[in-house]
T-cell receptor
Framework: GNSVTQMEGPVTLSEEAFLTINCTYTATGYPSLFWYVQYPGEGLQLLLKATKADDKGSNKGFEATYRKETTSFHLEKGSVQVSDSAVYFCALSDNTNAGKSTFGDGTTLTVKP | DADVTQTPRNRITKTGKRIMLECSQTKGHDRMYWYRQDPGLGLQLIYYSFDVKDINKGEISDGYSVSRQAQAKFSLSLESAIPNQTALYFC??????????FGDGTRLSIL
């Protein structure tokens, strides 16, 4: 079956530091890949997505590139802010069960001033 | 107004009680989902529905049931609540291949 493996947390960074959260996946076919963010007391919300190999998703300074050769979709941001503190989830949606997603366990990011 | 609305937002109840969590959406999506999130853990799929006449069990369906009353409404029931069902519950909707859109969750505590 499908699976998503995320870098274990928690991750603590100082403001303006560089962020990488690793994500690798196992899936049949050509899944779509997503990063979601969950702020305290809220549901998950889509941060960015990529639907085919070599696509780069970007939003709010975050980026991730769909790497089929390494089955990875690592999240990066050049300069984090305190407001980026949240839980980040990597996920995939495959073609065989369209719309049904598989989520990673989430990585908690804390950014200190 | 939120695209996906869950009610109630918080609920405290006792062991053995029947509980219903409700979800409604204005996205016009056919696909709807119920997830459970435990502290420090990811999401576990309870049930999902690809249209009004389609209901499927997820990873952890034991002890839960669902009803898809309309395209926009998908409710989750705990027939006889037990303490280890204390968790945060999320409803979500999606298009085929699209991202999922989540409600803000229901925090359920069973004493």
């Amino acid at each position: 079956g499908n699976s998503v493996t995320q870098m274990e947390g928690p991750v603590t960074l100082s403001e303006e530091a560089f962020l990488t959260i690793n994500c690798t996946y196992t899936a049949t076919g050509y899944p779509s890949l997503f990063w979601y963010v969950q702020y305290p007391g809220e549901g998950l919300q889509l941060l960015l997505k990529a639907t085919k190999a070599d696509d780069k998703g970007s939003n709010k300074g975050f980026e991730a590139t769909y790497r089929k050769e390494t089955t990875s979709f690592h999240l990066e941001k050049g300069s984090v802010q305190v407001s980026d503190s949240a839980v980040y989830f990597c996920a995939l949606s495959d073609n065989t069960n369209a719309g049904k997603s598989t989520f990673g366990d989430g990585t908690t990011l804390t950014v200190k001033p | 107004d939120a695209d996906v609305t869950q009610t109630p937002r918080n609920r405290i109840t006792k062991t053995g009680k029947r509980i219903m969590l409700e979800c409604s959406q204005t996205k016009g999506h056919d696909r709807m989902y119920w997830y459970r999130q435990d502290p420090g853990l990811g999401l576990q799929l309870i049930y999902y529905s690809f249209d009004v006449k389609d209901i499927n069990k997820g990873e952890i369906s034991d002890g839960y049931s669902v009803s898809r009353q309309a395209q926009a409404k998908f409710s989750l029931s705990l027939e006889s609540a037990i303490p280890n069902q204390t968790a945060l519950y999320f409803c979500a909707t999606s298009d085929p291949q699209g991202p999922q859109h989540f409600g803000d969750g229901t925090r359920l505590s069973i004493l």
